[in-house]
């Protein structure tokens, strides 16, 4: 510890034991725990003690019959047990009896503090580090904490529940330790003595009516294998199995969930060998046990493992089947040539579930599609994958809930009943009619998916969120639509889709919900980006009125929209599909889009538009567009001048992505070469350094760079450092004889007015500048340091332990007015 610390310290250990005194705040006291476990970890906590008794002195202290604050008997706690790790530190602690005072029932334990969670969090916090050792061990087992620990398993504070489960596994884990490398016996008497108590109360548990007693013991159980993969955890999984399947026994399965997660536990454990200890045998067993919504998950658990008996997977996605071979069988289909769905189809429990009520119905189907949603794109799922069958009940959901589909029995008619207007399970089916994209199936079916999304999207009773999932479930199907080889055009019955969906899509960008606008909009601007070089697309999309629809789209009041319709108008015009607009203020004459972009830049209150412009402008850069490559000098000039003065920090970042792209252009210029030439490029004569230079002079954008060098936002500020140096680097070879043609006075003056910049006064702008003074200056500056500054955080020179302890002994006064560095 620095001496400066050493002298503080005694003052604030003083304040933290007074009750009269302001409590520090929790986020001081958890840096000044960071610190002390920072300390210890580099060091000996007994000569940190020993060194600094007053450390000893606030632990004593806080034991004292008295008003402390809870917060500060957290704290306490926590730091003993950080100090307490250490072995012999442990052992100089429990001399003066300390330790049993802090954990055992002399202390918080017997007291009013013991009803603040914050309390019985640092209790088994403490105990949590000191747990580090063979003498912890012993501690715990003699001062009783561990039948303290089993009763905060049910605390009212969830945190304070969990902990306390955790804390116990933690506990076994160390006690198990040293016989982690043998063979451990399966007799509970020669286990260590923990380990056997927590074993004991485990047993107990299982054994218990009470379902939060049974929860409790299998999340302890599932923690441990998920955490221990030791040979002992096989003996212990042997010795509680039987426990763990006689649930099954019972007329609901108790704590079901918990059940679930621990047998996946167990299976995915690499200490445990699954064919010896019949745990495939209890997972087959606890399938057949589970309600349908229960079983739902433990099915998709066991399809994800990767090795499984082959019957169990059967099994497995039988289960997960059976809600929709369910549905299928009500409307009347064929279940599909795999027999997988046919199999299902006969579970009268499931089909009890989905009609016992709205809410069970819309549960169990939405986890069964969430569930095949996540199994679909796996390597491990089941083969043959039952594309057919699937997409037709994706299909028949999105039907009932439209009141659409024909039940053929009592059962479809009152699915029908449940689901007409269900917009969870629409847009479940919508999300999983998307992911079948991937697969095949016959054109009928894929005839009857389009037909179905575009019954959606032409709905007037789809809302906002289903809309934007069929517009999203839509794409993805003409994505992956067939395709004629040599060819990247949308396929005949695509394009017949297409020209289906272009009116419906110009239906809803004037919809008055302003998300379903934007929903379209990022819809149109997918399509563009696909296929907007294509001549089906092009002809069916000018032959609609979307393109101009979208450009009033600029003018919308939502600011998402406008900000969407910019992104969409930037990609028409990209690819020649832009119809030109009439300009608002000359009805009789048109502008460009440029024009109406710029203006978008300059005048827009929302910053979304704003930046979306900014991004448009960049790639048109990039690619040459025909409205930037006219005259992109006055291009540059123009948007550089906006997006300097521009209050988000993200569009003035984008300016700088901006200038970027035009500094590698110019001087990719500059710097081409015959890629064939034997001899290295040589540097090139400063005067046409100088001529390359002269463009980014023109168009301010070194004055832009430097002003965004101390910005005020340190993202903008490193974007412009990386820029400076990429040009520092880019014209290394050419600037010295450039930079020694140049007098001194202009140089001073620039830098002169660099340093005021950083103070803070950026009012006064550079001018214009010539190339050899940008150089001059580009060497001047200390850009790699300012880098480095710029990469640390912003409160790094306030980080110190020193400037901590000054800071929460300034807040009672304790230091003079001068003495600390608050932050």
């Not at 005067?687 to 002079?697: F, H, V, W």
């Amino acid at each position: 510890m620095d001496p400066e610390c050493s002298q503080l310290l005694p003052a604030l250990c003083a304040v933290l034991a007074d009750p009269r005194q302001p409590v520090a705040d929790d986020t001081c006291l958890e840096k000044l725990l960071d610190w002390f476990k920072t300390i210890t970890k580099a060091g000996s906590s007994l000569l940190l003690l020993q060194e600094n008794p007053c450390l000893v002195e606030l632990l004593c202290h806080v034991l004292k019959p008295q008003d402390l604050s809870s917060r500060v008997l957290s704290f306490s706690l926590r730091l003993a047990g950080v100090f307490a790790a250490q072995e012999d530190c442990f052992q100089y602690l429990q001399q003066g009896e300390l330790l049993p005072r802090l954990f055992g029932e002399p202390g918080p334990l017997g007291g009013a503090a013991w009803t603040a969670p914050s309390v019985r969090s640092g209790w088994i916090q403490g105990l949590r580090s000191l747990a580090q050792h063979p003498s912890a061990l012993h501690f715990l087992a003699d001062c009783g904490a561990v039948d303290t620990i089993f009763s905060l398993q049910g605390d009212s504070s969830l945190f304070v529940a969990s902990a306390a489960g955790q804390l116990l596994v933690h506990i076994l884990g160390l006690s198990m330790q040293g016989l982690a490398e043998g063979h451990p016996s399966l007799q509970a008497g020669d286990w260590p003595v923990c380990a056997q108590k927590i074993v004991g109360h485990i047993e107990e548990s299982l054994h218990s009516t009470a379902v939060p007693q049974i929860t409790q013991a299998l999340n302890v159980l599932t923690t441990t294998f998920g955490h221990c993969h030791d040979p002992w955890t096989q003996v212990l999984w042997v010795r509680l199995s039987p426990l763990v399947g006689s649930l099954l026994e019972k007329d609901p399965v108790p704590a079901a969930h918990s059940l679930v997660d621990l047998l996946l536990s167990v299976a995915r454990s690499p200490g445990l060998s699954s064919s010896s200890c019949g745990l495939w045998e209890t997972l087959a067993q606890t399938l057949n046990h589970l309600s349908p919504t229960q079983a739902g998950p433990l099915a998709l658990g066991i399809l994800k493992l990767q090795d499984c008996p082959q019957v169990l997977r059967a099994q497995a996605f039988v289960i997960l089947l059976q809600p929709l071979a369910c549905v299928l069988k009500a409307t009347g289909q064929d279940p599909g040539p795999s027999g997988v769905l046919d199999s299902a189809t006969g579970d009268s429990l499931t089909v009890d579930v989905l009609l016992s009520s709205k809410a069970a119905c819309v549960g169990l189907l939405c986890r069964t599609l969430a569930h095949l949603e996540l199994l679909q794109p796996l390597p491990q799922r089941p083969c043959p994958w039952p594309q057919e069958p699937l997409l037709g009940a994706a299909v028949t959901l999105l039907q009932l809930c439209r009141g659409s589909a024909s039940p053929a029995s009592d059962v479809g008619r009152h699915l029908c009943a449940l689901l007409l207007g269900c917009v969870r399970v629409q847009r479940a089916a919508l999300d999983f009619l998307g992911t079948l994209s991937q697969g095949t199936g016959p054109q009928e079916l894929v005839t009857e998916v389009f037909a179905v999304l575009l019954e959606y999207l032409r709905s007037p009773d789809s809302s906002p969120t289903v809309l934007k999932k069929a517009f999203q479930a839509t794409f993805r199907w003409l994505l992956s639509s067939p395709k004629t080889p040599g060819c990247c055009d949308l396929e005949p019955h695509a394009l017949l889709v297409l020209r289906e969906l272009l009116p419906v899509l110009q239906k809803r960008l004037c919809s008055p919900c302003w998300e379903v606008r934007d929903s379209g909009l990022e819809f149109l601007t997918q399509m563009t980006r696909h296929w907007g070089g294509q001549a089906g697309f092009r002809h069916a999309l000018l032959a609609s009125e979307v393109p101009k629809l979208t450009e009033q789209l600029l003018r919308d009041p939502e600011s998402y929209v406008r900000a969407s319709a910019v992104t969409v108008m930037g990609q028409l015009s990209s690819q020649g599909l832009h119809v030109t607009p009439v300009s608002p203020e000359h009805p009789g004459g048109q502008q460009s889009l440029l024009v109406e972009l710029l203006h978008i830049l300059s005048t827009d209150s929302e910053g979304f538009p704003r930046r979306a412009v900014m991004q448009v402008f960049t790639q048109w850069l990039r690619d040459h567009h025909a409205d930037v490559a006219g005259d992109t000098e006055q291009f540059m000039a123009r948007v550089l001048q906006v997006a300097s003065q521009d209050l988000d920090w993200e569009v003035r970042a984008q300016g700088l992505e901006l200038a970027l792209v035009f500094l590698e252009q110019t001087l990719g210029q500059f710097h081409s070469h015959c890629p064939y030439a034997v001899t290295p490029p040589v540097a090139a004569p400063a005067g046409s350094l100088a001529q390359a230079l002269q463009p980014l002079c023109r168009v301010r954008l070194f004055e832009f760079a430097f002003r965004a060098l101390f910005d005020c936002d340190r993202p903008v500020a490193q974007k412009s450092c990386d820029l400076l140096l990429f040009l520092r680097a880019k014209t290394a070879s050419s600037s010295g004889s450039l930079e020694e043609s140049r007098s001194g006075p202009d140089v001073a003056s620039v830098e002169a007015a660099l340093q005021r910049w950083q103070a803070g006064d950026q009012g006064q702008p550079l001018g214009d500048l010539e190339p050899e003074v940008v150089l001059a200056v580009l060497r001047s500056v200390d850009l790699e340091g300012l880098r480095g500054a710029l990469a640390e955080g912003s409160d790094h020179m306030e980080k110190s332990p020193q400037s901590l302890l000054q800071d929460m002994l300034a807040t009672v006064g304790v230091l003079g007015e001068n003495e600390a560095d608050c932050y």
